[in-house]
């Protein structure tokens, strides 16, 4: 498996759980990056993590949701007290470094639904 | 100014026909366009993209032409076939930072 790889591939929670939701990034990218799409909506950026910086969080849509990068592996996206707006497909992405060309390479995604 | 505008929502071509994708961005910062293709239950896919110090760029049947006075761009399938249907994105990165700013999409359906 080359790919971004990301799991669980489908979540449903209940309305006020936490959910943790994981990315494991092509091996040797040093840039990640998570995404959230809505129903027949486009990508809306959430955080991004390179290398051993700080993560720029400005996407973050409240305190409830936080992501973890553990050096230049593994990330995970958590959302506390989950919404039934929280309802969405959760797309990861890794990349060589976030600079000129190189492409962002994206995993299928996580499906939460919030009951 | 961080949005990038993409048109139509969604569009019917016949198999053979050349559908064109709208894109309009107002951040002068952006400098990097990829266009990405979107299959149902999986991610994007990057299809093509370009600087914008390049007019137009072909790859295969896939061509994106470039207005920078205008900062609008668009992407043109070629000899559209059954297998295009798919949703396409437009996105627009300013490279000083990661991230990508993507379009609403455009739902594409090529009729056999």
Redo the contacts between chains.
Sequence with gaps: GAG?SQSPSNKVTEKGKDVELRCDPISGHT?L?W?RQRL??????LI?F?GNSAP?KS?LPSDRFSAERTGESVSTLTIQRTQQEDSAVY?C?S?LE????Q???????TRLSIL | QQQVKQSPQSLIVQKGGIPIINCAYENTAFDYFPWYQQFPGKGPALLIAIRPDVSEKKEGRFTISFNKSAKQFSLHIMDSQPGDSATYFCAAKDTSYGKLTFGQGTILTVHP
């Design positions: 971004v840039a990056y995404y027949g909506q486009g990508l809306e950026f991004y390179q720029d996407g797309l992405a990349s976030p600079g000129i060309n492409p962002q390479h994206f995993g299928d995604g």
